[in-house]
């Protein structure tokens, strides 16, 4: 890859900025639960919803406003930027933490949410600036391999902290401090990039600048379909990140520790998926690669759902992985994530390639409205039917959905666009 210097510096950025994102959020939900933290007469269970909704908030209402302050600001000076509030974010956490100001901490979730909000538009936009054409597939494997690896990470030792917060607190200390510090190091090696377009005028009309967007790129085919594709992916994703530790749980009565072995192999997956891409999509037409990862999707989500109701009961975690059954299961989770990561890989890269060189900052903003969008579709069809069907049979739900989309980007994806 040429220019690599500066893509591992980026590389970097991103990635402890969405570990500290996930570990933060991570610590606060279960720190709620442990602390049996009630707020407006929430319970912990519902201030973790709406946790989880304050940090998803943002990527709602300014996604459009961050896509036109990447368009007309220099990005790289941005990043910077960014970097500086993500370390205030940090101090002002760490103070309402120390003097248990719950709605503090709240508030702290949601800023990260908006500084995550300005920063994705930044970081997908940049990439061309620094990756030449023929590198950008291999370099948004590794882009996608950082973010699950950063999220398994960041929510694992998050998880985690609500114990060594107590015994180690100055380790606790550094999980937040340290991120946005390295951070700022590497923010500061990043070559300064040209301006997409210093005219853009920045609008402050929330609900007409989303739907203008989203009316615009609409009329653009390959990048409207191009969203939505990334889209499924997410909706997939949150789906089945969600479904491991209730499957895990109530159907192989297993410990955390089985959780965890889920969630490794499902980054594990996704990230060989995200690196063998570039190698072997070269050999395909956009259109068909994508529907040939479909069917496989299809066809991991299918196994699953049968295998699901033969599972071999627990009786340690090395005892059932080498059980037939069990491998089976564990298998073909890992073909699952394979062939998302092989997936969703081109999109991103089309979404880089597709747009006018001073449209890419507000393609990828419009990109994350269509993903929190499905993201949190997936999480509320999720508890909708969490109580009205068996838990395998949520794979046979995600199925159905698959196939709908299957049909739906056979019908309308662009036959005929530039190879990536």
């Known amino acids: 890859m040429r220019n690599a ?3 591992w510096k980026l590389f970097w950025v ?24 009630s707020l407006w007469a929430l319970q912990p269970q519902q201030l973790i919803a709406l946790g989880s909704f304050l940090f998803i908030l943002p990527f709602f209402l300014i996604s459009t406003f961050a896509g036109q302050i990447a368009t007309k600001y220099e ?13 205030i974010l940090v101090f002002l956490g760490l103070f309402f933490y120390w003097n248990v100001q719950y709605v503090g901490m ?8 908006i500084q995550s909000t300005f920063f994705g538009p930044i970081k997908y936009s940049i990439l061309p600036e620094y990756v030449a054409r023929e590198d950008l597939l291999l370099a948004n494997g590794w882009i996608e391999l950082g973010t699950f690896a950063s999220i398994l990470l960041g929510s694992l030792l998050g998880t985690q902290s609500n114990v060594f917060r107590l015994t180690h607190p100055n380790f606790f ?26 005219k853009q005028d920045i609008g402050w009309h929330i609900f007409k600048d989303i739907k203008h967007e989203i009316i615009r790129f609409y009329q653009h085919r390959p990048i409207f379909m191009t969203i939505q594709g990334i889209s499924i992916f997410w909706f997939n994703g949150i789906w089945g990140l969600t479904l491991l530790p209730v499957l895990t749980k109530q159907v192989f009565v297993g410990p955390e520790d089985m959780v965890t072995l889920f969630l490794c192999i499902f ?68 073909g699952l994530s394979f062939t998302l990561g092989m997936y969703v890989v081109p999109l991103y890269t089309a979404l880089q390639v597709f747009p006018e060189d001073h449209e890419k900052s507000k393609a990828i903003a419009n990109n994350n409205i269509f993903n929190s969008l499905y993201m949190t579709l ?41 190879r990536l």
């Open 173 to 198: 200390y550094g999980m937040l401090l340290l991120p946005p510090l390295i951070g700022i190091y590497f923010s500061f090696q990043l070559e300064a990039v040209r301006i997409e377009n210093s």
């Open 267 to 334: 980054t594990l997956g996704v990230g060989a998926g995200s690196l063998l891409c570039p190698i072997l999509q070269r050999h395909f037409e956009l259109r068909n690669w994508l529907l040939l990862q479909l069917v496989g999707v299809c066809i991991c989500l299918g196994l699953l759902w049968i295998q699901t109701p033969f599972h071999v009961p627990y009786q340690g975690l090395q005892n059932w992985i080498l059980q037939p059954l069990s491998f089976a299961f564990v298998s073909t989770l890992f």
């Open 5 to 7: 210097r500066v893509f």
């Open 378 to 418: 997936a999480m509320v069809l999720f508890f909708l039917f969490a109580n009205h069907i068996e838990i395998h049979d949520h794979f046979l739900l995600m199925l159905l959905i698959n196939i709908v989309f299957f049909v739906y980007l056979w019908k309308k994806f662009p036959r005929v666009l530039p």
């Open 106 to 113: 709240l508030m702290i979730l949601f800023g990260l949410g």
């Open 75 to 87: 990005r790289a000076y941005l990043v910077r930027f960014i970097k500086f509030w993500e370390l």
């Open 14 to 37: 991103q990635f402890l900025g969405a570990f500290l994102d996930n570990f933060y959020k991570s610590f606060l939900l279960v720190f709620f639960v442990f602390e049996s933290v």
